[in-house]
């Protein structure tokens, strides 16, 4: 028979390796740093809101035309302070696939190959499952804990790292 016939088969599996964990030169970052970024990223999140907060004790003391401008004030500083945290996010995360915490921390989200992870992949495919996933009534808790518990393996990859084909890393 052929020899070119038969070294070349259409329907074979392909023979290229694929290596499913990060690179030897990549650090996985600790599941401490992992929380202590977790919680800052909230905490940002968190004082976003202080001026809606902040205008709640005065509306008792208001008269009752005024409440909604101060409620409306209120929200409004709180919409554009959450607006600003989010573009620099993402400004960040398309920098260095660093969030505001990460940064701080000294953090960075990657692919898994080491390459640079986009702002695209890191919101629809690494925020938004997941924020879609908790949201669900009986569902979304379970995820919580599954997603958080992942962490506790040897390569410290969550569930929504495995989504996105990401890695946390120390930058």
């Keep these: 028979m052929n020899e070119t016939l038969v070294s070349h088969n259409p ?13 030897p030169e990549l650090r996985p970052a600790g599941r401490g740093e992992r ?20 205008t709640l004790p005065f509306m008792a003391r208001t008269a009752e035309g ?3 401008m101060l ?22 995360i398309h920098r ?5 915490a990460k940064l701080m921390l000294g953090l960075r989200v990657v692919r898994c190959d080491g390459s640079r992870c986009g702002v695209l992949r890191y919101i629809f495919a690494r925020l938004l499952p997941v924020a879609i996933l908790d949201g669900l009534p009986l569902v979304g808790p ?9 962490i506790f393996r040897d390569n410290r990859r969550c569930l929504h790292d ?7 890393v120390i930058a």
Aim: aromatic share 14%.
């Design 11 to 23: 329907y074979a599996a392909p023979a290229a390796t694929v290596k499913d964990e990060a690179s």
């Design 35 to 54: 929380l202590g970024a977790y919680l800052l990223d909230y905490l940002f999140v968190f004082l976003c809101f202080i001026p809606m907060f902040a």
């Design 66 to 68: 005024d409440r909604g």
């Design 71 to 92: 409620m409306g004030v209120g929200f409004a500083i709180t919409g554009l302070l959450g607006l600003a945290l989010a573009v620099w996010n993402c400004i960040l």
């Design 96 to 100: 260095n696939g660093q969030t505001l």
């Design 142 to 150: 379970v995820f919580f804990l599954v997603d958080s518990l992942m």
């Design 162 to 168: 495995e989504i996105a084909d990401t890695i946390v």
